[in-house]
């Protein structure tokens, strides 16, 4: 299980593949509903009116554990106190003594990743042999990582996959015999054998070879497909999820070259996506190989910026894909109170949240007070589709 995690710009990177391009933690909280079918969340209304707050409760998503809890707590005075909510998202920045806004309700906005200066997840495509022999010192880098399996392989049977999926890595679908061609039957077979094997649902893919046919098959089975061209992902951007950009390191990369990557888009608040084949060594050929050492050093340098956020593909994208779905909508006002309601993307994982902030008042849902978190946020469970800001 991984503590601290770290943001990088708004970068999102996508599709590796084995030859030239180109699962998720699972978050808790908050009342999940079966996600996916698009429906609106009821209006949820009403005064908070001095009780007590529970966190809510809910089920799990993802392919692994969600990390970095936080340590959010009630307001003072006469305000309703809560317990910390457990979101899986990672402790941003920052001193942790901020005051609750006292001002007028307003001002409702989600931040942009989660409270850091931008993103970067790492995958890993086609169950490579290199990944299987250098794991322990991967998994030592402390930080969550996407692992695609090609299931057709005879090395996604390897028992290093149960370990990820238990260290809180995420596993996704990189289909079973890893064609340029599929009708959704290959695509299929991963599935099942990733649902079968290790008992989690895969909720990103990545397409091999970067092939487009991909793209229309994840947009009914998957939240996100990863592809194979770089670019950089924006908070409320129009980047396709069922094409996700992804830098794909030349062989032998340097740390260098790959820190100008994250530092790139960590000027830019955005996200970024590595894809990576594999390792120097091995005995499948990975392609454009890196060196270990050159890969590590990358990532310790990440995670000493601080400010960058490092996790999965489906977390960091279930943040992503949930602020544009919470940002799109309007609130309406009734007794006293505004209420949003949204309508989350089909394929969606339960148990995730966003971090707003608000210029004062009282955020409710299910009629429940949410807790201020003195990082300066309120987090917002999605299942319930609706959350309300009263006075």
């Known amino acids: 299980m991984f503590g601290a995690l770290f943001l990088l710009g708004a970068l999102h990177f996508s599709g590796c593949s084995d030859d030239g391009g180109g699962g998720g933690s699972d978050g808790s909280g908050g009342q999940p509903t079966a996600s996916g079918s698009g429906t609106s969340g009821s209006v949820t209304s009403g005064d908070p009116g001095g009780t007590t707050s529970t966190s809510a409760t809910g089920g799990t998503g993802g392919s692994g554990t969600g990390t970095g809890g936080n340590d959010a707590a009630g307001g003072g005075g006469s305000d309703p106190v809560g317990p910390a909510v457990d979101s899986g998202l990672p402790t941003p ?96 077979a991963a599935t099942q054998f990733i649902e079968d094997k290790f008992g989690v649902r895969p909720w990103t893919m990545a397409a091999p070879n970067g092939s487009s046919v991909y793209t229309g098959i994840a947009r009914t089975r998957f939240l996100i497909n990863r592809g194979v061209s770089n670019a950089l992902i924006a908070p409320n951007d129009n980047t396709d999820p069922f094409t996700l950009p992804s830098y794909i390191p030349p062989t032998g990369a340097s740390a260098s070259v790959m820190d100008e990557q994250v530092t790139s888009a960590r000027t830019a608040k955005r996200w970024r996506t590595f894809c990576i084949h594999g390792f120097n060594g091995g005995s499948d050929g990975a392609y454009q190989p890196i060196a270990l050492q050159a890969f590590v050093d990358h990532v310790e340098h990440v995670k000493d910026l601080g400010d960058v956020w490092i996790d999965s593909i489906v977390n960091i994208g279930a943040y992503w894909l949930g602020q544009k779905a919470v940002s799109s909508v309007t609130g309406t006002q009734a007794g006293g109170g505004t209420t949003w309601t949204w309508q989350l993307p089909a394929n969606f994982p339960p148990g995730k949240y966003v971090r707003v902030t608000v210029t004062g008042g009282t955020l409710t849902q299910n009629g429940v007070a949410l807790p201020w978190n003195p990082h300066g946020y309120y987090e917002v469970a999605l299942d319930p589709k609706s959350v309300t800001l009263s006075p």
Do not use: C, M
């Open 93 to 188: 920045p920052g001193a942790g003594d901020v005051a609750k806004p006292s001002g007028a309700p307003g001002g409702f906005k989600v931040i942009d990743w989660a409270g850091f200066a931008g993103a970067v997840s790492y995958s890993f495509d086609d169950s490579n042999s290199s990944q299987i022999q250098n794991y322990d010192a991967l998994n030592a880098l402390g930080v969550p990582f996407t692992f695609y399996l090609q299931t057709g392989k005879n090395e996604s049977n390897d028992p290093v996959w149960q370990r990820a999926l238990t260290d809180g890595h995420e596993l996704g679908n990189h289909t079973k015999s890893h064609s340029s061609e599929d009708n959704g039957s290959d695509t299929d």
